[in-house]
Each structure stands twice: as structure tokens, then as C-alpha cells.
């Protein structure tokens, strides 16, 4: 059986209201949170094939320590998985190939509602 798991990005900032959406960083709590499922992440030895990373700052910044910690073999930065419609995504998952048996897509808020 083949496994997406959906990590959402770790807390962002609003510091500056000016940054567009994708621009946001993460707030120092947020790069905390990010080290700390890094480390639980490398400790339990969960592994992926593969990483799909928004292409919001928030999203790759939430990857740095995770990639670090557990060297997915592949990661890819796609911005189709930032604010797309349901279809869409379902559509670019579906596309995935078949030798992916263990995903982790690290994805904003909009694309953990579009899956509910």
C-alpha cells in the first residue's frame, strides 16, 4: 500500500504584513518546531522516497532541518501543490511514479483543507 503523509508547515510569521503569501519565513517558534520533527522524524527512522515541498518560504523552510536529518533520496520544490484546487492535486498525486511507495508532502494550510 502506498503512503502520503501531509505535513503542514511550521508557524510562520505575520511580522511583515507587506511579504506576499509565498514570501512568508517561518517565526522562531516555527524553526524550533521544525528541528524538533526533524529529530523525532531521524530517532523513529521514518524514511520517504520521496519530498514534495511547497514552494512557499514556509514550507522550505520547514523542510531544512527535516531534509538534513533524514536524506530523502529525492525532493522536489513544486509550486503546483500552493493553492491549487482539489482535482488539480489529486490529479499531480495520481501522477506520481509508481516506484513512490512512501511520500511526505510538505504542504500550507489551503492544501490540508482542499484534502479533507
Known sequence: MKTL???R???SSWKDRG???LDRPLNKRGRETAKTMAAHLR???ITFDLVLCSTAGRA???LEPIAKAIKPPRVV???RIYGVAQPELLKY???LPETVEC???IVTIQVCMILR
Request: no cysteine.
Open 9 to 11: 508547515h511550521a508557524k
Open 5 to 7: 503523509d501531509l505535513l
Open 103 to 105: 511520500a511526505l508532502m
Open 93 to 95: 498525486l495520481r501522477g
Open 43 to 45: 530517532r523513529a527512522k
Open 60 to 62: 522550505k523552510q520547514t
Open 19 to 21: 511579504l506576499d503569501d
Open 77 to 79: 520544490f513544486e509550486s
